[in-house]
């Protein structure tokens, strides 16, 4: 019995230790509630004042910076002038005024606000003490400003900076000289000389195939704008592209060579078309190499193996050869891509000057041919001059050729009435004096006649396929004659 209390009277201890520890566990929270409440209360207005102070002191900073750039709106700084031992304001203002007439400035007395040495004088030191010119108007300053190249040597001209200017100016020439050092980490330039120009050859990494569009086109973008402005040299553009050109798809894509392989991917359409547009050939197309060893990318696990390097330019012709290095020892899943520079100048083709020969018929087809009767009579006669002859067979041969070329011409363009039309009334427009409202109707006509144009030549391109297609059952003929037709 005194056992089974025992057991009964520790169970109900247990209890009422439990909601001892609870009933103190909520009344400490609810008391750290109440008094953190009661801090914030007190605390929110403190806080609130000392938001108000800090946007006060800020906009009270931004007007002190204010008066000090208009303080120091016309102030120039001259350092290197020699001082004398006993200058006095008068030496100090004739130095200065003799200072811009070497550079072309008249500083006039009335233009003068301020001038005076800053900093004490340090007679043992040596050291010059700058000048501070505070000039009354703006103008004057810049006028300095323009011609302070013209100063001596170990003399020049500065703005006068507040000290946080000064900082913020010397903090962005510290950011510039390290961009500038990763940059020529980064990239290196090439000093060979190819043809008669000088190369600009630049390296990319080009983003993955699971990237957004918009970051490839902003990509190819920034390439285009490097492109343009160093079209007048050989471009050389290498690096990862993350691209599978493949083969060629068709005639269109003549930036490409004959011997890429394998199939096209997202990234790769975007290269090609990124090569048309600024007319750039692949090198890695241009060479017969085995396929199985043209690979210059290997997936992590050894199972895929892509092209995706390349070397790029706008100068083919300069390059006769291109291999995959494979036994070099470098811890990389890429292998290099190399090319080979002729060594001599690659000469011009000389195929336009025979194609602008004019190929005179021989003398037996002179004289059976019909335009030639009447001037065959007049060379065979006895009665007219050598000379006189020869006139004549000139003027005949000349006319002959006009009206060849004349036909060639027809046939070339063929363009239809609409645009003939166009033409026309362009062209009276341009024979009435210029004026702002025919300069924009003759602007309007070109692009309307440039559209038509282009009609045109789509219309015979498609009837060019259709005949021989129907007459030859391929296109080989067809694509010829576009290309003959292209190169006259």
């Known amino acids: 019995m005194s056992t089974q209390l025992s057991s009964e009277m520790s169970l109900l201890l247990e209890k009422m230790k439990e909601q001892l520890n609870l009933q103190t566990f909520t009344i400490t929270e609810n008391i750290t509630t109440t008094v953190l409440k009661k801090v914030d209360e007190k605390i929110k207005p403190i806080i609130e004042e000392n938001e108000k102070l800090k946007s006060e002191i800020e906009k009270l900073n931004r007007k002190i910076e204010i008066l000090e750039k208009n303080e120091k709106g016309n102030n120039l700084m001259i350092h290197g002038l020699p001082e004398q031992k006993n200058e006095t304001q008068e030496d100090l203002k004739t130095l200065v005024t003799i200072t811009m007439k070497e550079i072309d400035v008249v500083l006039k007395d009335e233009e003068i606000n301020r001038i005076q040495r800053l900093g004490k004088r340090d007679t043992d030191a040596g050291k010059i003490r700058p000048i501070l010119l505070a000039t009354t108007t703006l103008q004057k300053k810049i006028q300095i400003l323009k011609n302070k190249k013209n100063m001596k040597s170990n003399t020049y001209i500065t703005q006068d900076l507040s000290k946080e200017a000064l900082l913020k100016k010397k903090e962005k020439r510290n950011i510039d000289r390290?961009?500038?050092?990763?940059?020529?980490?980064?990239?290196?330039s090439s000093i060979l000389k190819l043809g008669n120009g000088m190369p600009f050859s630049t390296y990319a990494y080009a983003p993955t195939e699971n990237s957004d569009?918009?970051?490839?086109?902003?990509?190819?973008?920034?390439?285009?704008?490097?492109?343009?402005?160093?079209?007048?040299?050989?471009i050389i553009l290498m690096g990862d592209f993350n691209a599978q050109i493949g083969a060629r798809q068709n005639n269109s894509e003549y930036?490409?060579?004959?011997?890429?392989?394998?199939?096209?991917?997202?990234?790769?359409?975007?290269?090609?078309?990124?090569?048309?547009?600024?007319?750039?050939?692949?090198?890695?197309?241009?060479?017969?190499?085995?396929?199985?060893?043209?690979?210059?990318?290997?997936?992590?696990?050894?199972?895929?193996?892509?092209?995706?390097?390349?070397?790029?330019?706008?100068y083919p012709r300069a390059f006769t050869e291109t291999t995959v290095i494979s036994n070099?020892?470098?811890?990389?899943?890429?292998?290099m891509v190399r090319c080979s520079l002729t060594k001599?100048?690659?000469?011009?083709?000389?195929n336009h000057i025979k194609n602008n020969m004019i190929k005179l018929p021989s003398q037996p087809c002179l004289m059976k041919c019909n335009p030639f009767k009447e001037t065959n009579e007049h060379i065979t006669s006895d009665e007219i001059e050598t000379t006189l002859k020869y006139d004549i067979l000139e003027n005949e041969l000349q006319s002959l050729y006009i009206s060849k070329n004349n036909a060639h011409k027809r046939n070339k363009y063929q363009l239809s009435e609409h645009t003939l039309q166009l033409i026309g009334e362009r062209k009276e427009l341009i024979a009435i004096q210029a004026k702002k409202e025919n300069i924009k109707l003759v602007a309007d006509l070109s692009k309307r006649i440039r559209?038509?144009?282009?009609?045109?030549?789509?219309?015979?391109?498609?009837?060019?396929?259709?005949h021989y297609i129907q007459k030859k059952g391929g296109v080989k003929k067809a694509l010829k004659e576009l290309r003959e037709v292209g190169k006259e």
């Open 213 to 234: 569009l918009s970051v490839l086109e902003a990509f190819y973008y920034e390439i285009s704008l490097a492109i343009k402005n160093n079209t007048d040299k050989h």
């Open 451 to 466: 559209e038509s144009i282009r009609k045109d030549r789509k219309v015979k391109r498609l009837k060019t396929f259709e």
């Open 255 to 314: 930036v490409l060579g004959k011997f890429g392989h394998g199939k096209r991917s997202r990234n790769g359409q975007k290269l090609v078309e990124f090569l048309i547009e600024h007319n750039l050939s692949a090198l890695n197309t241009n060479f017969n190499k085995n396929k199985y060893n043209k690979w210059t990318w290997i997936s992590p696990d050894g199972s895929y193996k892509n092209e995706s390097d390349y070397i790029i330019t706008n």
């Open 178 to 188: 390290k961009e500038n050092e990763k940059r020529k980490r980064s990239e290196t």
């Open 328 to 335: 070099l020892n470098f811890n990389t899943n890429h292998r």
């Open 344 to 350: 001599f100048q690659t000469k011009i083709s000389r």
